[in-house]
T-cell receptor, first 109, second 113 residues
Framework: SQQGEEDPQALSIQEGENATMNCSYKTSINNLQWYRQNSGRGLVHLIL?????REKHSGRLRVTLDTSKKSSSLLITASRAADTASYFC?????????FGEGTQLTVNP | EAGVTQSPTHLIKTRGQQATLRCSPI?????VYWYQQALGLGLQFLLW???????NRGNFPPRFSGRQFPNYSSELNVNALELEDSALYLCASSARLGADTQYFGPGTRLTVL
């Protein structure tokens, strides 16, 4: 099945630093979303970017999408310890969502 | 507004048994999705129901089945449990057929011994 690839798999930074996570996919998409998951819990929707958009902002989050390279990035600025979680990119193609492998972000206080 | 709810929170079964997991979508949502998140395998799409009908199915054997009730709540049944079925099972709902954003429940942790 189509899976997105995310890198890095794990990222450890200090509070206040920026965190960048990347996602690549294989086939055309309608939109791409980023979700966050705290350990063993459900997923929380963060932001959606449509295939005709290149950049989107929401608070401390900035998402870019490059459909020619089939890639997206999520930037979290001024990170906080509470941002520690797994982050997943999710590709929508038709009616199905396909998840990336996830990036485990650890923000050290 | 209440979010997606799932029950039970944890479920422990032995090999060969059957497990039933339940999900209640956000009020007004008609689509319910099931996902399996097994250790080391990431999130895998299982099933999608809308208006009581199965709309799509992931690459899982037939012993994974489910249904959606008239009130849009849903059950996921796993028959003949195997050890590798141990995982977090997540349910999500969306507002309409093919809506972009899915809202996830907290999950049911299934452990097969």
């Amino acid at each position: 099945s189509q899976q997105g690839e995310e890198d890095p798999q794990a990222l450890s930074i200090q509070e206040g630093e920026n965190a960048t996570m990347n996602c690549s996919y294989k086939t055309s998409i309608n939109n791409l979303q980023w979700y966050r998951q705290n350990s063993g819990r459900g997923l929380v929707h963060l932001i959606l970017i449509r295939s005709n958009e290149r950049e989107k902002h929401s608070g401390r989050l900035r998402v870019t999408l490059d459909t020619s390279k089939k890639s997206s990035s999520l930037l979290i600025t001024a990170s906080r310890a509470a941002d520690t979680a797994s982050y997943f990119c999710v590709m929508t193609s038709g009616s199905r969502l396909t998840f990336g492998e996830g990036t485990q972000l650890t923000v050290n206080p | 507004e209440a979010g997606v709810t799932q029950s039970p929170t944890h479920l422990i079964k032995t090999r060969g048994q059957q497990a039933t997991l339940r999900c209640s979508p956000i009020s007004g949502h008609t689509s319910v999705y099931w996902y399996q998140q097994a250790l080391g395998l990431g999130l895998q799409f299982l099933l999608w129901y809308d208006e009581g009908e199965e709309r799509n199915r992931g690459n899982f054997p037939p012993r994974f089945s489910g249904r959606q009730f008239p009130n849009y709540s849903s059950e996921l049944n796993v028959n003949a449990l195997e050890l590798e079925d141990s995982a977090l099972y997540l349910c999500a709902s969306s507002a309409r057929l093919g809506a972009d954003t899915q809202y996830f429940g907290p999950g049911t942790r299934l452990t097969v011994l």
